[in-house]
């Protein structure tokens, strides 16, 4: 009787060591989960309340809980950080719950604010976020007027960048007749290339100015990529006298080719220009009653400086007066004493150049990828396809046109993963009425 007594004794106190040791080990655990496990974390700021340093102050000690289904999943606390990480055993969508009982004094949730937050778990890991806006100002209800003005803002700088990338287009196209399919990796080699060389001035010492030296060598590299291509490829082809279809063709196996390079070097991540990488808060400008950011503002002017020098330089210099020569006739030029296969050349080296920097401006405003001279090859043929095919001034108003509509497009209903629909319906209506572009010239066929 007494060993049962005994035995009885030493399992409750065994059992009571256990929860005794095990308790802490387990709320550990919970607190500082393994960094491969899925979680949901809950970041809780007062952005009422600032530190020193204008930060928003943690809000420690707030109990969250997580359901799905209507079943509890899991529960935390916030910690000195006001962070809260919660593991999950599998994802799916889920419904994080906060107690406003254990706010701290003088901390309430906002009027628009709920107790609870929707969160679909996609990945595997810790980077699942809920968010609770607390202390935050209520912003003003955003009105037409306001959402037209910051499209419009948006069009006019994509408008200026298809100006760019259209404008390189048309001088090739209008000297040698070819629709190159590799245009957006032009565009795509200016992006990359800025990126690359943007790292390399910033670990050298130059931070402060690499992108501006990196955009200053990659508008050259695209200068010399596309006097390399004409010297290798589509030179050769022409002497041969290779079929303007054909060479289409060409360029299409000459796309996916550099693609393929551009995503086997760069992956398929996306990176951002050092001086550009979404953190830094920019100054606004005004102009014409628009809100331009700092970027924004460079793009804008840099464009307009580039586009009304090379107009210039087309309209007034002996090889801009040759270039269109051979747009209008090459035979004709060839006959008067020009050299066709160097205004070619010399086009090709412009055109890259331009569709480059077109490139380093749209990595301004959009994260560098080795597809995004893809994305936006169809708008830029739109562009000048509406304009005229082979004509400056045309390759510019269609530009500006199809710039605005892609933008303008989803103020109106266009589902923001389609806006491309808008410009090539614009296109299409267009060209049914003047089926030349808005600055073509009617041809005779046959």
């Known amino acids: ?48 309340s600032k530190d020193a340093e204008g930060n928003p102050k943690p809000i420690p000690g707030v109990t969250l809980q997580v359901s ?8 935390g606390v916030t910690d000195e950080k006001g962070v809260a990480t919660i593991v999950v055993e599998e994802l799916g969508k889920y419904t994080v719950t906060l107690d406003e009982k254990t706010l701290p004094k003088g901390t309430v949730l906002d009027e628009n604010t709920k107790n609870e937050a929707t969160v679909q778990v996609r990945f595997q890991g810790p980077n699942n976020r809920a968010i609770f806006p607390i202390g935050v100002a209520a912003g003003e209800q955003s009105s037409f007027a306001k959402d037209l003005a910051q499209n419009l803002r948006a069009g006019i700088v994509f408008a200026l960048v298809l100006c760019l990338a259209g404008l390189g287009f048309s001088l090739i196209f209008g000297t040698t007749g070819l ?39 990659a508008v050259a590299l695209g200068g010399l990529g596309g006097y390399v291509q004409d010297k290798v490829l589509w ?39 050092s001086q550009y ?13 628009l809100s331009f950011a700092d970027r924004e503002g460079i793009i804008v002017l840099i464009s307009l400086v580039t586009i009304t020098t090379v107009c210039l330089w087309l309209a007034k210099s002996r090889m801009g007066k040759a270039m269109r020569a051979v747009s209008d006739n090459p035979a004709l030029a060839a006959s008067s004493g020009l050299r066709v296969d160097g205004v070619i050349t010399n086009a090709w080296v412009i055109g890259g150049a331009l569709t480059a920097l077109a490139g ?61 629909v808008g410009p090539l319906l614009i296109m299409i209506v267009i060209l049914l009425v003047r089926p030349q572009g808005i600055l073509g010239r009617k041809e005779r066929l046959g």
Not at 17 to 32: D, F, K, N, Y
Not at 388 to 407: K, P, Q
């Open 1 to 48: 009787m007494r060993k049962r007594l005994y035995r009885v004794l030493v399992a409750l106190i065994g059992a009571l060591m256990v929860l005794l040791v095990g308790a802490p080990v387990a709320a550990q655990a919970t607190e500082t989960p393994p960094p491969d496990a899925t979680a949901i974390q809950v970041t809780l700021q007062d952005e009422a």
């Open 68 to 75: 799905k289904d209507g079943k509890k999943a899991g529960e």
């Open 179 to 217: 629709s190159n399919f590799a245009h957006g990796e032009l565009l795509t080699f200016g992006a990359v290339m800025a990126w690359t060389f943007d790292q390399i001035f910033k670990t050298g010492g130059l931070a402060t100015v690499s992108v501006i030296l990196a955009g200053i060598v």
């Open 235 to 273: 030179g050769p082809l022409r002497r041969r006298g290779t079929g303007l279809i054909a060479m289409m063709i060409v360029s299409i196996g000459l796309s996916i080719f550099l693609r393929y390079i551009f995503q086997y070097f760069y992956t398929s991540s996306t990176r951002s220009l």
């Open 277 to 289: 990488s979404g953190q830094q808060r920019e100054q606004h400008w005004y102009y014409l009653g």
């Open 360 to 420: 380093v401006l749209y990595a301004l405003t959009l994260q560098v990828n080795a597809f995004m001279g893809m994305r936006i090859l169809l708008v830029i043929f739109a562009a000048v396809t509406l304009g005229g095919l082979g004509t400056i001034w045309g390759s510019l108003v269609g530009s500006l046109v199809i710039g605005l509509v892609y933008e303008l497009g989803p103020l109106f209903g266009v589902p923001t993963s389609i806006k491309e």
